[in-house]
């Protein structure tokens, strides 16, 4: 089946990095996406990899390999309002169905 | 520019009861997606449409239908609502082509007694 797996919970210090990582088992899609979700919000687009390689956008960087079916989100200088769930996601190639990742809850302690 | 809006934002539903969520996008995306998401379950996708007219079933389809009428609408159906269908539905739009990012409305929660 079509799948991404991600760590469900993950706790990090203010001013710390985090690593939130998510392997797949999916073939044929555009690229991975990641997601930001705030208690009771919606979902917010932070990143996307189309190619093998690190994006940077800020403090959030995100990196994809295909050939290891794995990527990850990485949060710099953690700030108190980083506390979310993250979620990666993938649209297939072959008829654009979009599979997320159950997401992972990220805890920060000040 | 609203974005993406739902309506209605809450409603409670006696079990099969229909209703209809309508989603509402005027950045005249091409691609609208319908999603569930439940407690440690992350977002699930319903149905999605590709364009005007055209709708395809997600992961979780059954117990729902859509429409997709016209460009800027997408419509979510619950002809006889469960309560295994009470949860929090996201509508979503995306540009498509080599556009990735969705823009996702504020969501609806329903309740099903």
């Known amino acids: 089946g079509q799948s991404l797996e991600q760590p469900s919970e993950v706790t990090a210090v203010e001013g710390a990095i985090v690593q939130i990582n998510c392997t797949y088992q999916?073939?044929?899609?555009?690229?991975l996406s990641w997601y930001q979700q705030h208690d009771g919000g919606a979902p917010t687009f932070l990143s996307y990899?189309?190619?093998?390689g690190l994006e940077e956008t800020g403090r959030f960087s995100s990196f994809l390999s295909r050939s290891d079916s794995y990527g990850y989100l990485l949060l710099q200088e953690l700030q108190m309002k980083d506390s979310a769930s993250y979620f990666c996601?993938?649209?297939?190639?072959?008829?654009?169905?979009?599979?997320f990742g159950k997401g992972t809850r990220l805890h920060i302690l000040p | 520019n609203a974005g993406v809006t739902q309506t209605p934002k809450f409603r409670v539903l006696k079990t099969g009861q229909s209703m209809t969520l309508l989603c509402a996008q005027d950045?005249?995306?091409?691609?609208m997606y319908w999603y569930r998401q439940d407690p440690g379950m992350g977002l699930r996708l319903i149905h999605y449409?590709?364009?005007?007219?055209?709708?395809a079933k997600g992961e979780v389809p059954d117990g729902y239908n859509v429409s997709r009428l016209k460009k800027q609408n997408f419509l979510l159906g619950l002809e006889s609502a469960a309560p295994s269908q009470t949860s929090v539905y996201f509508c979503?739009?995306?540009?498509?082509?080599?556009?990735?990012?969705?823009?996702f409305g504020p969501g609806t929660r329903l309740l099903v007694l």
């Open positions: 996601a993938v649209r297939r190639n072959r008829d654009d169905k979009i599979i």
């Open positions: 999916t073939s044929g899609f555009y690229g």
């Open positions: 990899n189309a190619l093998d």
């Open positions: 950045m005249n995306h091409e691609y």
């Open positions: 449409s590709v364009g005007e007219g055209t709708t």
């Open positions: 979503a739009s995306m540009a498509g082509g080599s556009q990735e990012t969705q823009y």
